[in-house]
């Protein structure tokens, strides 16, 4: 399993602090141009081998990369990175098309077999989407009886409802730096975090507070609030660790959700957390969505002019006084589900052990108690 690491950096001075936001701003425009650029329909047959198609054809020495005043090698990376969301635009397009054929229940199975067919086979979905008179279909859907005409339709209007508008950017996020574009170094035993920005040929250094050294394709942002660089890359994580004892005894853990704890003797303890945790995420949805109502007036009214008339409802609408009050009734529920029970291991060695099982801010101390020549495994 993989997760984001994040790596800070020390606060940047008011020359660096202009560069990154430059940057960021120049790379924010260009990528909204490629957005625009290869978003469309006409672009599906070039996202495959982009590099060729597009970097390698289109991009390299045009005017838009000389007007971006970008570094070869930094246009090249924001390139992969709209490139990557537009990848994932579409493939999200169809996801949700698939679903909606398998949900309709005027098609019958040769209809929906065309349907996937042709969402699989790229030549095909772009034939149909831009209206060509002969479209290439593939051969496992090429003799299907089917109306083709009556399909097509019906996947063109699929497509126009889920794929949605054109992204755009209207604040500069993050940028992404390849491998090539950065580097740690180290000096007098500080490490430093050395990147690429519009200087050809110079690099900004800045201080780290740890000492990880990263690789691959890393994120840069901003922190706003604290003038900070927050460096943020993907890491391996082991969700499973296994404990060995003196005896050689292995102790797993888990998180439970219909049963907030499990033996392995089958003994379940706060069998109602499930529902309790359900709850909970439908009342923090059924609030979060008034509340969301309240935030699009305040900014509505602040955007016009009536600044006097937003402040009255923030302070009296969009409070934090309320918003945690349910907090506290709602934290007993998990700890009376587990308080008055005992754990019990039985493992191979007498003596005494104590452990913690965490769960959420609520640390439930479980006794156990060892019994000779038994082994029991327990499941948290």
């Known amino acids: ?150 399909l097509n339709n019906l996947l063109c209007r699929y497509t126009r409802k889920y794929l949605g508008g054109i992204p755009y950017s209207n604040h500069a996020i993050s940028i992404q730096l390849d491998a090539n574009l950065y580097r740690y170094k180290r000096v007098d035993g500080d490490l430093y975090f050395c990147f690429s920005t519009l200087m050809k040929g110079k690099r900004v250094m800045v201080r780290v507070r740890d000492n990880q050294v990263h690789s691959g394709t890393l994120r840069v942002k901003l922190d706003d609030t604290t003038n900070c660089l927050v460096i943020m890359s993907s890491g391996e994580v082991h969700p499973y660790r296994e404990e060995s004892l003196d005896d050689g005894v292995v102790i797993g853990v888990d998180k439970g959700y219909n049963t907030l704890i499990s033996t392995s003797t089958g003994i379940g303890y706060g069998p109602d957390f499930g529902e309790w945790l359900t709850q909970r995420d439908d009342e923090i949805m059924l609030k979060n969505r008034k509340r969301g109502k309240l935030w699009s007036r305040y900014h509505q009214l602040r955007k016009r002019g009536h600044h006097h008339k937003a402040t009255i409802l923030k302070e009296h609408n969009l409070g934090s006084v309320k918003q945690f009050i349910p907090h506290g009734r709602l934290k007993t529920i998990p700890n009376s589900l587990t308080e008055s029970e005992v754990i019990s291991v039985n493992l191979s060695k007498p003596g005494t052990f104590s452990t913690n099982l965490l769960r959420s801010t609520r640390i439930l101390k479980a006794s156990t108690s060892f019994q000779p020549s038994v082994r029991t495994l327990i499941i948290i």
């Open 1 to 150: 399993m993989r997760r984001t690491v994040k790596q800070y950096t020390e606060p940047l001075n008011e020359e660096t602090l202009e560069i990154f936001k430059k940057t960021e701003e120049v790379c924010r425009a260009f990528r909204n141009y490629l957005y625009s650029r290869y978003s469309g329909v006409n672009s599906i047959l070039k996202l495959k081998k982009y590099r060729r198609d597009i970097r390698k054809n289109e991009l390299r020495g045009s005017q838009a990369v000389r007007d971006s005043h970008l570094t070869s090698n930094l246009w090249a990376a924001v390139l992969d990175d709209a490139i990557g969301g537009i990848k994932s635009r579409w493939s999200n397009t169809k996801n949700r098309i698939r679903t909606r054929i398998k949900q309709n229940p005027n098609l019958n199975e040769d209809e929906r077999h065309y349907l996937y067919g042709v969402l699989k086979n790229d030549e095909a979905y772009h034939g149909i989407l831009c209206h060509y008179q002969h479209v290439k279909l593939p051969k496992k859907i090429e003799g299907l009886n089917v109306d083709h005409h009556k």
